[in-house]
């Protein structure tokens, strides 16, 4: 049979306008029935945590949310969202990103190297072969291991943003893919200043983010700060002020530059290298959640993660070959 | 709520779903697929697009936004429930559907727009 759709016989927008007030200014007894609700049926909503075991308990993924990275060039928003994705794909999570300013295989190098905690560009796997067969078996132990956790979107530079939000849909119904990460906002909407644009755009996004249940995490940038070491907070993100008014939760990633710079001069000492962070993902906003704030972060060259404390040793997918 | 979005964007694009509207409050895994997809892929048994909105557990049935139900024929599995399931059923109501039905485990809940008040209560 043929697919029938026939004619509304009501104008429905204007209804829906008409009603609007109706529909939403409601008596708190409302609420408070809703309150009573969850302490009948408490609901243990599914959570997917960030890598560290020190911001379990703070900051909490939930499925139908948007999460906003912002940062500075270079500070960190890809590695520490690279690592993110990772930590989720260990969780059980299923993994989609799309970058629009990186291949995915640069994209996949560095979570490679994030995954099995060393460096194959370093002197030791360098012309030897033993050095090229534990590179080798590294990176296929990688393979096998993203099989059925992580998918990428093969696209550079501009899309539309109903690109996007397709090639959103179908990794969520076809792959059941359960975190989306978008990188980023400015590769999708054209021109800085189309605020409308952008507004419609993490609409959109959270529209299906709540219709699918899935968790998408959107990559943006902030304005050029006044000095490097001016510590962002959601009020900074480039763009209209509605990407952060819809979004869930705000996460941005400062790098700690004035400490790099006292490293560099010769002034930092090891008291300070231990109690200052290189890196802080301040949370400035989060929804469903309680806290708030801060949490430091210490970057490990060889395998490019970020450890919760200072001298930490990177958490280590990868298990070597013992024969 | 998974499933509104598209019969809202049909509602207000003025056209209609020939078929009744399914609104589920439960969550299989199979309600949830139908939600996701019933605007994408047409029902094996009749061929049309047969809206399935699926309704959480943490949706409250007060504060539930259901005006896309407004004239249309709607059938409420109500999964969760005697007294969560009259306050669904009232809350679709409100928003004045053409027919509206759900079968409980010893009686069928019935209303239609032109009875209007409390409906029909046939006991099985």
């Keep these: 049979m043929a697919n029938v759709f026939?004619?509304?016989?009501?104008?429905?927008?204007?209804?829906?306008?008409?009603?609007?007030?109706?529909?939403?200014?409601?008596?708190?007894?409302?609420?408070?029935?809703?309150?009573?609700?969850?302490?009948?049926?408490?609901?243990?909503?599914?959570?997917?945590?960030?890598?560290?075991r020190k911001t379990a308990q703070l900051v909490q993924?939930?499925?139908?949310?948007?999460?906003?990275?912002?940062?500075?060039?270079?500070?960190?928003?890809?590695?520490?969202?690279?690592?993110?994705?990772?930590?989720?794909?260990?969780?059980?999570?299923?993994?989609?990103?799309?970058?629009?300013?990186?291949?995915?295989?640069?994209?996949?190098?560095?979570?490679?190297?994030?995954?099995?905690?060393?460096?194959?560009?370093?002197?030791?796997?360098?012309?030897?072969?033993d050095g090229q067969r534990i590179l080798i078996d590294t990176y296929e132990q990688f393979r096998d291991w993203t099989d059925n956790k992580l998918?990428?979107?093969?696209?550079?530079?501009?899309?539309?943003?109903?690109?996007?939000?397709?090639?959103?849909?179908?990794?969520?119904?076809?792959?059941?893919?359960?975190?989306?990460?978008?990188?980023?906002?400015?590769?999708?909407?054209?021109?800085?200043?189309?605020?409308?644009?952008?507004?419609?755009f993490v609409d959109e996004l959270t529209a299906i983010a709540r219709d699918h249940c899935i968790h998408i995490h959107l990559i943006h940038h902030i304005k050029k700060p006044a000095s490097e070491d001016h510590k962002p907070n959601k009020y900074d993100m480039?763009?209209?002020?509605?990407?952060?008014?819809?979004?869930?939760?705000?996460?941005?990633?400062?790098?700690?530059?004035?400490?790099?710079?006292?490293?560099d001069e010769g002034l930092l000492t090891d008291e300070a290298d231990v109690k200052e962070p290189d890196c802080l993902l301040?949370?400035?906003?989060?929804?469903?959640?309680?806290?708030?704030?801060?949490?430091?972060?210490?970057?490990e060259r060889d395998s490019q993660q970020f450890v919760a404390s200072h001298g930490e040793e990177p958490l280590v997918l990868y298990t070597p070959d013992m024969q | 709520m998974i499933g509104h979005t598209p019969l809202l964007k049909m509602r207000r694009d003025g056209v209609l779903p020939y078929d009744v509207v399914h609104v589920i409050d439960g969550d299989s895994e199979f309600a949830i697929e139908l939600a996701q997809q019933w605007h994408r892929?047409?029902?094996?048994?009749?061929?049309?697009?047969?809206?399935?909105?699926?309704?959480?557990?943490?949706?409250?049935?007060?504060?539930?936004?259901?005006?896309?139900?407004?004239?249309?024929?709607?059938?409420?599995e109500a999964n969760r429930g005697q007294e969560r399931a009259q306050r669904l059923f009232k809350a679709i109501r409100a928003v004045e559907p053409a027919i509206l039905c759900c079968a409980m485990t010893d009686e069928i809940w019935?209303?239609?727009?032109?009875?209007?008040?409390?409906?029909?209560?046939?006991?099985?």
């Design chain 1, 282 to 299: 301040i949370c400035d906003k989060q929804r469903n959640g309680e806290w708030e704030g801060s949490i430091g972060l210490w970057f």
């Design chain 2, 41 to 76: 892929i047409p029902s094996s048994a009749n061929g049309l697009f047969t809206p399935h909105v699926v309704v959480g557990q943490e949706d409250s049935p007060e504060r539930l936004d259901v005006r896309f139900c407004r004239q249309l024929g709607v059938v409420l």
């Design chain 1, 6 to 52: 026939t004619p509304d016989d009501i104008d429905f927008a204007a209804y829906e306008h008409e009603t609007d007030a109706q529909q939403k200014v409601l008596p708190a007894s409302s609420w408070v029935q809703e309150l009573i609700d969850r302490i009948r049926n408490p609901i243990r909503a599914k959570q997917a945590f960030m890598p560290w």
């Design chain 1, 238 to 263: 480039k763009g209209s002020g509605a990407i952060t008014d819809q979004v869930d939760n705000v996460i941005a990633v400062w790098r700690n530059k004035p400490k790099e710079r006292k490293r």
């Design chain 1, 151 to 200: 998918w990428l979107y093969d696209q550079q530079g501009t899309v539309t943003t109903a690109q996007v939000c397709a090639v959103v849909r179908y990794a969520a119904v076809e792959l059941k893919v359960t975190h989306f990460v978008v990188d980023s906002l400015m590769k999708c909407v054209q021109g800085e200043d189309d605020y409308n644009g952008q507004k419609l």
């Design chain 2, 110 to 124: 019935f209303y239609t727009k032109e009875q209007g008040g409390n409906g029909k209560r046939i006991h099985a």
């Design chain 1, 61 to 129: 993924f939930r499925p139908g949310e948007v999460t906003l990275w912002g940062g500075a060039n270079g500070n960190g928003k890809s590695l520490v969202t690279g690592q993110v994705a990772l930590s989720l794909c260990g969780q059980g999570e299923r993994v989609a990103i799309a970058s629009f300013e990186m291949k995915p295989i640069k994209t996949l190098e560095r979570m490679g190297r994030q995954w099995s905690g060393t460096n194959p560009a370093h002197p030791a796997y360098a012309g030897n072969d």
